[in-house]
Nanobody, 125 residues
Framework: QVQLMESGGGSVQAGGSLRLSCVDSGYTDSINCMGWFRQAPGKEREGVAAIHPSSGRTYYADSVKGRFTISQDNAKNTVYLQMNSLKSEDTAMYYC??????????????????WGQGTQVTVSS
């Protein structure tokens, strides 16, 4: 079974950086897409970025392109989200997700996959 746990959230001022981590402590061989989502109060859950573990191919939402970077350390079964130039609108709970399907249409596909409990990111202006 896939078990995801996020860490690295916190409070930061606008323009600052944070790095989120997601560890998969369960069965990883079946996973073909991992990603990050976020949800702010009163808003829908939004796909932020995704990565295909085997190829390393990455995908990003337009709102974070050029500021966020998703990466992985396969030896540690860990996916990272490096967030730079943070804005107040990046404030949200951030979730890690994984699915056995490939990353095609990742922002929809991952919604039905495995999820972590989330880590809060707060950006103050």
């Amino acid at each position: 079974q896939v078990q995801l746990m996020e860490s690295g959230g916190g409070s930061v001022q606008a323009g600052g950086s944070l790095r989120l981590s997601c560890v998969d402590s369960g069965y990883t061989d079946s996973i073909n897409c991992m990603g990050w989502f976020r949800q702010a109060p009163g808003k829908e859950r939004e796909g932020v970025a995704a990565i295909h573990p085997s190829s390393g191919r990455t995908y990003y939402a337009d709102s974070v392109k050029g500021r966020f970077t998703i990466s992985q350390d396969n030896a540690k079964n860990t996916v990272y989200l490096q967030m730079n130039s943070l804005k107040s609108e990046d404030t949200a709970m951030y979730y890690c997700a994984a699915d056995s399907g490939y990353c095609y249409a990742w922002s929809t596909r991952l919604l039905s996959g495995y999820w972590g409990q989330g880590t809060q990111v707060t950006v103050s202006s």
